[in-house]
T-cell receptor, first 116, second 117 residues
Framework: DGGITQSPKYLFRKEGQNVTLSCEQN?????MYWYRQDPGQGLRLIYY???????QKGDIAEGYSVSREKKESFPLTVTSAQKNPTAFYLC???????????????FGEGSRLTVL | AQTVTQSQPEMSVQEAETVTLSCTYD???????LFWYKQPPSRQMILVIR??????QNATENRFSVNFQKAAKSFSLKISDSQLGDAAMYFC??????????????FGTGTSLTVIP
């Protein structure tokens, strides 16, 4: 089945440590996204990538880094520079939205990061 | 920049009744897409319904339908015959027309729907 796989589902981090969240998709989508969601809040865009080897900062990129070396993979690193990293992280992908497609976002199941 | 507004942070509905969730958006574009996503307690985001701006006909998916008013920039979601499984956070989303550079998706802040047995 095609979809997006995020891992780990739960992650605990000590202050000062970098952690990497994995996101893999087998939908053959060009674009991939990382969102952060705080309790009771909406989605805030961290980074997005519309093509391999290219990515752009979103609204809250400070303290995060990404890479896009393969079409299928878009890992997110939460660095020690992120002051308040405890949150729920969602990875998503989409088609360009051409040829009769609305190009909606497909989401993974999310990763919950807790800083101890 | 496009903005999406959901003015109802919380809504409740009696089981089997109908509820309407509101969404308005601001854009200068004429071609775009609109979506409603559902996020149940499991936190998985699920696409509920989609609408293409150039289509005047309102989209329908089983018990879910939209009222798309392009001139008013309004995109409300109607849930008929509400079920307990409909309890979730609902997000309205806007997608810019294809081939635009930059971020293309904009989300509202969500409406938390409670279904009362």
């Amino acid at each position: 089945d095609g979809g997006i796989t995020q891992s780990p589902k739960y992650l605990f981090r000590k202050e000062g440590q970098n952690v990497t969240l994995s996101c893999e998709q087998n939908l053959n989508h060009d674009a991939m996204y990382w969102y952060r969601q705080d309790p009771g809040q909406g989605l805030r865009l961290i980074y997005y990538s519309q093509i391999v080897n290219d990515f752009q900062k979103g609204d809250i990129a400070e303290g995060y880094s990404v890479s896009r070396e393969k079409k299928e993979s878009f890992p997110l690193t939460v660095t020690s520079a992120q002051k308040n990293p405890t949150a729920f992280y969602l990875c998503a992908s989409s088609t360009p939205g051409l040829a009769g497609s609305t190009g909606e976002l497909f989401f993974g199941e999310g990763s919950r990061l807790t800083v101890l | 920049a496009q903005t999406v507004t959901q003015s109802q942070p919380e809504m409740s509905v009696q089981e089997a009744e109908t509820v309407t969730l509101s969404c308005t958006y601001d854009t200068s574009e004429s071609d775009y897409y609109l979506f409603w996503y559902k996020q149940p307690p499991s936190r998985q985001m699920i696409l509920v319904i989609r609408q293409e701006a150039y289509k005047q006909q309102n989209a329908t998916e089983n018990r879910f339908s939209v009222n798309f008013q392009k001139a008013a920039k309004s995109f409300s979601l109607k849930i008929s015959d509400s079920q307990l499984g409909d309890a979730a956070m609902y997000f309205c989303a806007y997608r810019r027309r294809p081939l635009n550079t930059g971020n293309q998706f904009y989300f509202g802040t969500g409406t938390s729907l409670t279904v009362i047995p």
